[in-house]
């Protein structure tokens, strides 16, 4: 029952999943057509992801019940912080600044990550990290599989796309194998899809640049 959950979780979440890898954004970059304003708005606010992003992994790796886990979860840490580094280098060469305000779907995500996190069940904050993970390996090989790696592009399309982010979304995925129980698998649907509609959301507000409305 517990190998066949991951599977279970992507296709009862198929139509989510398509809209996400189906978005525009990820059509037009693919395409060559997305205009710059519309990349830059995503830079500026996956730079803000990715910082609570290890805020989040941060909180995980202290309640992280063996070494195996620790050490995964730490090595994803010095990734976050390589990806950190990839929108620094684009932001210098293009004269963006990151000193940006989260939008609210950035911030609401991002909040959504901490409190699972802080609040939730090991196996719930897992999955929640599996699920974002898998959609950008999903989502930037879409993108991949048009573009290839093409400039400038091509850092971000690497990273999350190369063999070593797929076996870490496979390791990430069996590690909450590991950890599930029959008792969790509710929470750990609503989370896994929470997380599917987040992504969803999060395309869409920077090919919107939707804003606060206030």
């Known amino acids: 029952m517990a190998a066949t959950l991951l599977d279970e979780l992507l296709r009862d979440a198929q139509p989510i999943w398509r ?15 997305l205009p710059r304003e519309r990349f830059d708005f995503w830079v500026q606010q996956d730079y803000l ?6 805020r989040f992994l941060a909180l995980l790796i202290a309640r992280a019940p063996d070494e195996e886990l620790r050490r995964g979860l730490l090595d994803a840490a010095v990734a976050f912080r390589n990806e950190l580094a990839i ?12 000193v940006f305000e989260p939008t609210p779907v ?9 409190a699972t996190a802080a609040t939730g069940s090991l196996a719930e904050a897992l999955t929640v990290l599996w699920g974002a993970e898998k959609a950008y390996y999903d989502a930037w ?11 400038p592009y091509a850092r971000w399309i690497e990273n999350w796309t190369s063999p070593q982010f797929a076996a870490w979304v496979d390791w990430l995925g069996q590690q909450l194998l590991r950890r599930v129980t029959e008792s969790e ?16 959301l999060f395309w869409d507000m920077v090919y919107t640049r939707a804003g606060w409305p206030v």
């Open 19 to 33: 809209a996400m890898t189906e978005h525009p954004f990820l059509r037009e970059l693919a395409t060559g057509q």
């Open 141 to 151: 090989s879409s993108v991949r599989n048009t573009l290839g790696l093409a400039e």
């Open 49 to 54: 992801f990715v910082q609570a992003g290890i």
């Open 87 to 98: 929108f620094e280098d684009y932001a210098r060469a293009h004269n963006l600044t990151l």
């Open 185 to 200: 698998r509710p929470v750990i649907r609503a989370a896994f899809f929470a997380t599917a509609r987040y992504e969803y």
């Open 106 to 114: 950035c911030l609401g995500y991002a909040s959504y990550l901490l």
